[in-house]
């Protein structure tokens, strides 16, 4: 059982859009969000994290906003470009550093 | 260079055929951790490691175990693979368990169990 839900599957956006990427998790242990960025015959690579008493943590272009009670956090990438196009990941971890992943969104920015 | 190698990066072999693929990193991490990435399920925590000889399950441990006896290497071991275990893998170290940017992955390791 998932226990960190990821939406859309894919996103298709035309450059300079915005994309976003949501996430729902169910356990409220949870008390670290990152999201990784990971291209094709690569590993991923941590992209931007936040913690839950923050409801908001913006680097560059990307952009976590949180909402604790609704248990939801989202990827926001400001002025989508074609070198964003890879698959994102949002994670959720314990405080026993378990580290559970969403099933992954392929975003793709047309040029 | 800091980097997580892993060995091999593709594998083909039969079941119950015992394998290791190893991971090796040069950063002095403290922490060390085994992803399995199949399709639709994103990457799934198979072991995990704080220290040397300091490790506990993920989400999927089954049908795998780990060792580290040096800071620097965390094998994944398969003692009798399953076709269910054909995925890839991936290792990864960080200074601390989630903390900052300091999060490397490893390459992957393609592997198929006929």
């Known amino acids: 059982q998932q226990q960190v839900k990821q939406s859309p599957q894919s996103l298709i956006v035309q450059k300079g859009g915005i994309s976003i990427i949501n996430c729902a998790y169910e356990?409220?242990?949870?008390?670290?969000f990152p999201w990784y960025q990971q291209f094709p015959g690569k590993g991923p690579a941590l992209l931007i994290a936040?913690?839950?008493?923050?409801s908001e943590k913006k680097e560059g272009r990307f952009t976590i906003s949180f909402n604790k009670s609704a248990k939801q956090f989202s990827l926001h990438i400001m002025d989508s470009q074609p070198g964003d196009s890879a698959t994102y990941f949002c994670?959720?971890?314990?405080?026993?550093?378990?580290?559970?992943f969403g099933e992954g969104t392929q975003l793709t920015v047309n040029p | 260079e800091a980097q997580v190698t892993q060995n091999p990066r593709y594998l083909i072999t039969v079941t119950g055929k015992k394998l290791t693929v190893t991971c090796s990193q040069n950063?002095?991490?403290?922490?060390m951790s085994w992803y399995r990435q199949d399709p639709g399920l994103g990457l799934r925590q198979i072991y995990y490691?704080?220290?040397?000889?300091?490790?506990d399950k993920g989400d999927v441990p089954e049908g795998y175990k780990v060792s580290r006896k040096e800071k620097r290497n965390f094998p994944l071991i398969l003692e009798s693979p399953s076709p269910n275990q054909t995925s890839l893998y991936f290792c990864?170290?960080?200074?601390?368990?989630?903390?900052?940017?300091?999060?490397?992955f490893g390459p992957g390791t393609r592997l198929l169990v006929l």
């Open positions: 994670a959720a971890r314990t405080s026993g550093s378990r580290l559970t």
């Open positions: 490691s704080m220290n040397v000889e300091v490790t």
């Open positions: 950063m002095n991490h403290e922490y």
């Open positions: 936040i913690r839950p008493d923050v």
């Open positions: 990864a170290s960080s200074p601390r368990p989630t903390g900052g940017k300091a999060q490397y």
């Open positions: 356990n409220t242990a949870f008390d670290y």
